[in-house]
């Protein structure tokens, strides 16, 4: 039968201009979030992350945004550079003594 | 510091035989994780250590799978036998803490033909 790959949503920005990457999450009880980016041929990269009791953080180039009443994680990155191309993951801790959960990704294609 | 040391980077082997990833976590880190990851299935979490135990394989697919922490510097995961389905990129990370920030290795890329 037919293989179907698993459907990466897929962000195509102008060099130069600011991404903005989405995720949605559903469990009310999740306290920290990380983003991170992957490489093509590397492991996950740790970019930023933020706890429950912020609603902004604030890196070299990214900002995570977090919005708890509705569930919504947002990176966003400013003055987009080729080398920004990868796919970005967001993880959440749910709360107690459990691993992150990641979620299923976001290809940025960053158009020279 | 090193980071998350994975071996090999690379393995090509046949169906039927068996294959050990190696991964040596952070040091000083109380957590290791391994995950799969595959165009079709994303990124799994596949089994995790807390201080050598582990705490949850629920995402091991079957027992051809299984994994090792000797000790806090070392991990191995076995598939014996191996078959086709199971190439993928097999990430080693590792952690201070269970639910933390989790520091990923380099990968190890498995084709089982």
């Known amino acids: 039968g037919e293989s179907v790959g698993l459907h990466l949503p897929t962000l195509s920005v102008q060099e130069g201009d600011n991404s903005i990457i989405n995720c949605a999450y559903s469990n009310s009880a999740s306290d920290y979030f990380i983003w991170y980016k992957q490489e093509s041929g590397k492991g996950p990269q740790f970019i930023i992350d933020?706890?429950?009791?912020?609603d902004k953080r604030q890196g070299q180039r990214v900002t995570v945004l977090l919005n708890k009443t509705v569930k919504h994680l947002s990176l966003q990155i400013a003055a987009t550079q080729p080398g920004d191309s990868a796919v970005y993951f967001c993880?959440?801790?749910?709360?107690?003594?459990?691993?992150?959960?990641f979620g299923k990704g976001t290809r940025l294609s960053v158009i020279a | 510091d090193a980071g998350v040391i994975q071996s090999p980077r690379h393995e090509v082997t046949e169906m039927g035989q068996e294959v050990t990833l190696r991964c040596k976590p952070i040091?000083?880190?109380?957590?290791l994780f391994w995950y799969r990851q595959t165009m079709m299935r994303g990124l799994e979490l596949l089994i995790y250590?807390?201080?050598?135990?582990?705490?949850?394989d629920s995402g091991m697919p079957e027992d051809r799978f299984s994994a090792k922490m000797p000790n806090a510097s070392f991990s191995t995961l076995k598939i014996q036998p191996s078959e086709p389905r199971d190439s993928a990129v097999y990430f080693c990370?590792?952690?201070?803490?269970?639910?933390?920030?989790?520091?990923f290795g380099p990968g190890t890329r498995l084709t089982v033909l």
């Open positions: 040091s000083g880190h109380n957590s």
């Open positions: 933020i706890r429950s009791n912020m």
């Open positions: 990370a590792s952690s201070l803490t269970g639910y933390n920030e989790q520091f």
């Open positions: 250590f807390n201080n050598n135990v582990p705490i949850d």
């Open positions: 993880a959440e801790n749910r709360g107690g003594n459990t691993p992150l959960v």
